[in-house]
């Protein structure tokens, strides 16, 4: 795995190496301005779902969510993805990692998207984030994740990190919509196959 800008890339690619999977990154630095961001994490409110902060004890729905949607996760080798076991989720959430979560206004229970963030050293970057099948495209991945920027903002947080497949193009948009600028991709090579290969 190495990333686009890597010389090596050229060198292997003529030597017929082949791309099998792209992953991104992608960087956010949030500003003065939050107009925008508070636009789009309450633009769902119209549509019946409210955004809130999870906690410890929605560690059980946070996962149920999750193990619904596990086969909708493109798969790459730089962005594997496995649903987290409930317990390890609940202490992680108790202890410095961040949920946010799209629920019903009609009914707080029905948690139908969740957005999972986790400290590093120089950022906030996310873990996963999804929605539920019947309800994508409706804006609430990219209103979930607009929300917990806003919140981790006021708590003194300005830089943020994601990312994820290139064949996940709605992750990507909501992320580009959020502002988020991409950094260099990560290419997955494979060695040429077959009789000649060196
Ligand atoms: C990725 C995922 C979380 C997006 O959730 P969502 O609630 O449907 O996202 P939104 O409705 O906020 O849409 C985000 C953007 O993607 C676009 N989009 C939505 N579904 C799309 C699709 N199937 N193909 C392409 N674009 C799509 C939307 O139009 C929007 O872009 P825009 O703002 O430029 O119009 C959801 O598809 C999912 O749960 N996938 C499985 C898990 C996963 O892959 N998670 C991401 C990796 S951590």
Known sequence: ??????PDVAILLAQGWTTVAESWGARLAVGQDVAGL????????????RTVQLDAGDARRIVDLDAACAEDYPWTPASPHEVPDVDELAARLESGWWAFG??????????????VLGPRDDRVETEFTVTRASVRGRGLATAVKARSILVL??????????GGTAANEASLRANLRLGYVLEPRW??????QGPGAP
Request: hydrophobic residues 35%.
């Open 102 to 115: 799209a629920v019903r206004v009609d009914d707080r229970r029905q948690l139908d998207c969740v957005s």
């Open 38 to 49: 508070e636009q789009v994490a309450d633009a769902v409110a119209s549509c019946g779902w």
């Open 153 to 162: 903002r006021q708590r003194g947080y300005r830089d943020f990190g994601t």
């Open 1 to 6: 795995m190495l990333r686009e800008d890597d």
């Open 187 to 192: 290419l997955s090579l494979r060695a040429p």
